[in-house]
C-alpha cells in the first residue's frame, strides 16, 4: 500500500504515519477520517507527528487545517485514482 505523509508546513519536515494510526484498513482506506474526519485537524496531525518522529507529543495543540499536510495517501495513488475514474466516480479534489 502507499505509504501516507505528513508535512509539517512550519517546519518543513515530513513524516511518514505509522500504519497504526492511518485507518487503512477501512474500506475507503481512511479517506474520510483523513479529509473530513478527526485526522483532518492539525491539532490530532501534531500528535502523530510528533509520535512518528518520536519526540514529546505537544500537550493541546491548536486546531486548524493549515499547518499539517498530507502529502501522500493510498486514495491519491495514481493507480486507485484511474480505477475510480473507469468506475465513473469523481476523484478526490476534483469538483464538477
Ligand atoms: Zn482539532
Same mark, same amino acid.
Given at each position: 500500500? =502507499? ?6 508546513? !512550519?517546519?518543513? !519536515? ?6 497504526? =494510526?492511518? %485507518? ?16 483532518? *485537524?492539525? *491539532? ?10 518520536? =519526540? ?6 491548536? %486546531?486548524?487545517?493549515?499547518?499539517? !499536510? ?7 495513488? =495514481?493507480?486507485? !485514482? ?15
Amino acid at each position: 500500500m =502507499v505509504a501516507m505523509k505528513l508535512l509539517d508546513t !512550519v517546519t518543513g !519536515v515530513t513524516v511518514e504515519v505509522p500504519e497504526s =494510526v492511518d %485507518c487503512a484498513d477501512q474500506e475507503d482506506q481512511g479517506e474520510y477520517m483523513w479529509t473530513d474526519g478527526n485526522y483532518s *485537524c492539525d *491539532c490530532n496531525r501534531a500528535l502523530f507527528h510528533a509520535r512518528a518522529r518520536g =519526540v514529546p507529543e505537544p500537550s493541546n495543540p491548536p %486546531c486548524g487545517d493549515e499547518r499539517f !499536510v498530507l502529502s501522500e495517501a493510498p486514495w491519491m495513488d =495514481v493507480g486507485l !485514482v484511474i480505477s475510480r475514474l473507469r468506475k465513473g466516480d469523481t476523484p478526490t479534489g476534483v469538483k464538477e
